[in-house]
């Protein structure tokens, strides 16, 4: 069974900053897909950024990047440029490669951006 | 907007109680999977159907149930209700060629049982 930890319960920045999320892994898969989700005050699940393991370039979106290690089973989320809007509840999740199957959630990291 | 739709938004009920949860996955998507979300915790996976058909089981108690139904919409079933069975309750879908492999998720049903 895959198992996601996250070893950060809680964090804090400040505005204009640049945070990393730490998330760690156990799987005995080769291919798989890793995950990070936003949850906002509002509750809604966001998808920030995926990556696929048989991928070496990590994954970029605006100012979200990763640090995917497959041999250390890590994957770390950069935030740059941290806003306001960027406080939430963050989930990192594991999904195997072959699809339509559920994804194994770490149990979060509550981000606080300071103004 | 994920395209995915639950109802109701919130529920309130007492124990013993039986309450259905809703799902419309977004359009042409065939998996439905539920998760629960107790307070400040993450996502548990209950149970996935693809289809029609239950594709895979997770945590989920035998005081649950779950069916998807001809055109696709999902329904979660939780009977007995106990105090510990208060939570956020997501349906999420996914299961088309592109983008593979991505869930999208509703916007939640809170449960609280009193």
């Known amino acids: 069974a895959q198992t996601v930890t996250q070893s950060q319960p809680e964090m804090s920045v400040q505005e204009a900053e640049t945070v990393t999320l730490s998330c760690t892994y156990d799987?005995?898969?080769?291919?798989?897909?890793l995950f990070w989700y936003k949850q906002p005050p509002s509750r809604q699940m966001i998808l920030v950024i995926r990556?696929?393991?048989?991928?070496?370039q990590n994954a970029t979106e605006n100012r979200f990047s990763v640090n995917f290690q497959k041999a250390a089973k890590s994957f770390s989320l950069k935030i740059s440029d941290s806003q306001l809007g960027d406080t939430a509840m963050y989930f990192c999740?594991?999904?195997?490669?072959?699809?339509?199957?559920?994804?194994?959630f770490g149990k979060g990291t509550r981000l606080s951006v300071i103004a | 907007d994920s395209g995915v739709t639950q109802t109701p938004k919130h529920l309130i009920t007492a124990t013993g109680q039986r309450v259905t949860l809703r799902c419309s996955p977004r359009?042409?998507?065939?998996?439905v999977y539920w998760y629960q979300q107790s307070l400040d915790q993450g996502l548990q996976f209950l149970i996935q159907?693809?289809?029609?058909?239950?594709?895979a089981k997770g945590n989920i108690l035998e005081r649950f149930s779950a069916q998807q139904f001809p055109d696709l919409h999902s329904e979660l079933n939780l009977s007995s209700l106990e105090l510990g069975d208060s939570a956020l309750y997501f349906c999420?879908?996914?299961?088309?060629?592109?983008?593979?492999?991505?869930?999208?998720f509703g916007p939640g049903t809170r449960l609280t049982v009193l």
């Open positions: 990556q696929e393991a048989y991928k070496q």
């Open positions: 999740a594991f999904m195997k490669h072959s699809g339509n199957t559920p994804l194994v």
């Open positions: 799987t005995s898969e080769n291919n798989y897909y």
């Open positions: 999420a879908s996914g299961g088309r060629a592109e983008p593979r492999n991505e869930q999208f």
């Open positions: 359009s042409g998507d065939l998996s």
């Open positions: 159907y693809y289809n029609g058909e239950e594709r």
